[in-house]
């Protein structure tokens, strides 16, 4: 049986680079239902850009307020809402 296909989000997060931050924010992610389909990160000066790519059905704005709240985060944006699945099969 296959699963129900989810929506997608791009988020980007910009982090200070601690130890096991990246894990923390994977962690957050992973626990408010989301999936992450892709991830991408780049040290800038002195932070981490991270560009998520992420599916899941829950409210994306909760996630987004709890990794807010993270010590480590200095900012997240939704970079667009929900794609749903059936747009994404067709656009790729």
Do not use: W
């Not at 994977?26 to 408010?32: E, G, I, L, M």
């Not at 040290?43 to 059905?57: K, M, P, R, Y």
């Not at 704005?61 to 900012?75: H, I, P, Y």
């Amino acid at each position: 049986m296959n699963p129900q296909p989810q929506p997608s989000y791009q988020i980007h997060c910009r982090m200070i680079p601690e130890a096991a931050a990246l894990e923390r924010l994977c962690q957050v992610v992973r626990v408010r239902g989301f999936r992450i389909e892709r991830m991408a990160m780049e040290h800038v000066g002195d932070s981490l850009d991270i560009a998520l790519t992420l599916e899941g059905a829950r409210p994306i704005g909760m996630l987004q307020s709890q990794l807010e709240k993270l010590q480590t985060v200095v900012g997240v944006e939704l970079k667009n809402q929900a794609l749903p699945a059936v747009e994404r099969l067709s656009a790729g």
